[in-house]
């Protein structure tokens, strides 16, 4: 059985925890995981579980310091050093961990049998650090050979920019964060979930549901779950705070499913997007999707059938597609999820997933 490593970073494991149970009836694999800057380990239960898996071994490392500190480079060419010494025919990581982890893999590992998985293949417009952020993309794509990306979009982007270049689609095995109590209350809810970055466009999502309850009179709910830096500007926004219910927090793992459970909608009025993970979660738990029209969300929702588009960022678009709900919420909502239940059942089957990996893994080791 040939010996795989593949290397994590702690925000990471979400991507990873899922697939690499399922590839180790085909592999070995050393798992490398390390974390930085006094973190908390995710999923540290679902860790140790799996450490009891066959041909699955798992490291731990704790990296002290910031991201960009000499610690984090000797910590990380601590970890390359024994990963080499393991040989393997394959070395799978992500396109992360700047400024030091495709470097030093590079330098390390090499790039004959290393696949990068790219999550972003472009900088989303309003990520923290752009400009640096896409040196550091820019310097990865040339230098590496095979890479996966996440999204039919993504995959398409990359042979364009780099049509030499070895590329694999694989979506994200569902996130699962287990089966929810809760179910949808009288009250129509709509839900946004996850880190609240400026490019997702919190403000929009504020700004509409007011109009929208300014036009209407209707009451509604619109639960806004995740943790932001700056808040207050987001605050500020809001005139009718009965419409809101804000959990502007770090929202631990095991609220997830009921937290999705308990909403009928979920939305992301993003201005640009490569892909999104929450919006995994929104599928796996059946939730129609309220998305920005592009590309990273086309692949998923159908305009009227899994979902609704609407033009990126618009506080008008999105007021327009919440009033229609509103008012013919009952005759919408079971048809949609009902799609939402069949594209999940077709689009994310695990095994045809793992058949994408083997295939091309194998691919390389030849």
């Known amino acids: ?111 004959r049998n290393t696949v990068i998985a790219a999550h972003n293949v472009t900088t989303p417009q309003g990520a923290s650090s752009y400009q640096i952020a896409q040196l550091y993309t820019s310097y990865t794509l040339k230098s590496f050979r095979y890479f996966q990306t996440f999204s039919k979009n993504q995959y398409k982007l990359l042979k364009q920019l780099y049509p030499e270049k070895e590329v694999f689609y694989a979506p994200f095995i569902l996130k699962d964060y287990g089966a929810s109590h809760t179910t949808p209350g009288k009250l129509i809810t709509f839900l946004s979930f996850g880190y609240i970055r400026d490019y997702k466009r919190i403000d929009v999502l504020i700004n509409a549901a007011e109009k929208v309850y300014e036009e209407t009179q209707i009451p509604f709910k619109v639960r806004i779950a995740g943790k932001c830096n700056d808040w207050e500007k987001y605050q500020q926004l809001i005139k009718h705070p009965e419409l809101f219910d804000l959990q502007i927090r770090s929202i631990p793992n095991e609220e997830v499913a009921d937290l999705f459970g308990s909403c009928h909608y979920f939305v992301t009025p993003y201005q640009d997007i490569a892909q999104s993970g929450s919006l995994i979660v929104g599928i796996n738990y059946e939730k129609p999707v309220i998305a920005s029209d592009l590309e990273a969300f086309k692949e998923y929702i159908q305009d009227n059938e899994t979902g609704f588009l609407m033009k990126p960022a618009s506080v008008d678009d999105l007021a327009r597609i919440m009033k229609n709900i509103l008012l013919h919420h009952e005759s919408l909502y079971p048809a949609l999820c009902d799609n939402v239940r069949k594209m999940k059942e077709t689009e994310f089957a695990p095994e045809a997933i793992v058949r994408r990996y083997t295939t091309f893994f194998n691919h390389v080791m030849q």
């Open 1 to 111: 059985m040939e010996t795989i490593v593949w290397i994590t970073p702690y925000y990471f494991i979400e991507t990873d925890i899922y697939i690499i149970p399922l590839l180790t009836t085909h592999y070995r694999i050393e798992w490398y995981i390390y974390v930085t800057n006094n973190e908390p380990l995710p999923y540290k239960e679902d860790i140790e579980r799996l450490s009891a898996h066959d041909n699955l071994t798992i490291h731990v490392e704790r990296i002290h310091g910031r991201q960009r500190s000499i610690s984090v480079l000797r910590g990380l060419s601590r970890i390359l050093r024994q990963a080499k010494q393991l040989s393997p025919r394959l070395v799978y990581t992500c396109m992360s961990g700047f400024p030091y982890l495709t470097p030093l893999v590079r330098h390390f590992l090499g790039t």
